[in-house]
């Protein structure tokens, strides 16, 4: 059975960072986008950031020049550091792979969940000013 798992979520300030980690069991990425999407009490679900198969770098402009996706092939991690956190950014965020990562969902992401791809099950972010 796929499983992906987050860690590295928490508590910081407004200006600080975090390295959230998602480790995926039974799943290789070779042939699959991996990404993190948010969401925040009350909004729907945001895409965030997509690292592609060909190792391609992909952000929502709420995050872009912020935070970083890469991939660890060899121990199936993929990473997202965010820096220069702000309080907007408090949200749960979720790991997930599919051959090809929307770029635009609605509504909760735990019922995109349900739609397309494998999904972890979510790590808080908070970050207050």
């Known amino acids: 059975e796929v499983q992906l798992v987050e860690s590295g979520g928490g508590s910081v300030q407004a200006g600080g960072s975090l390295r959230l980690s998602c480790t995926a069991s039974e799943f290789t990425f070779d042939d699959s986008d991996m990404g993190w999407y948010r969401q925040a009490p009350g909004n729907e679900c945001e895409w965030v950031s997509t690292?592609?198969?060909?190792?391609?770098?992909h952000y929502a402009d709420s995050v872009k020049g912020r935070f970083t996706i890469s991939q660890d092939n060899t121990n199936n991690t993929v990473y997202l550091q965010m820096n220069s956190l702000k309080p907007k950014d408090t949200a749960v965020y979720y790991c997930a792979a599919d051959p090809y990562l929307l770029w635009v969902v609605t509504g909760p992401c735990l019922l995109n969940a349900a739609d397309f791809g494998y999904w972890g099950q979510g790590t808080q972010v908070t970050v207050s000013s």
């Open positions: 690292i592609s198969s060909d190792g391609s770098t």
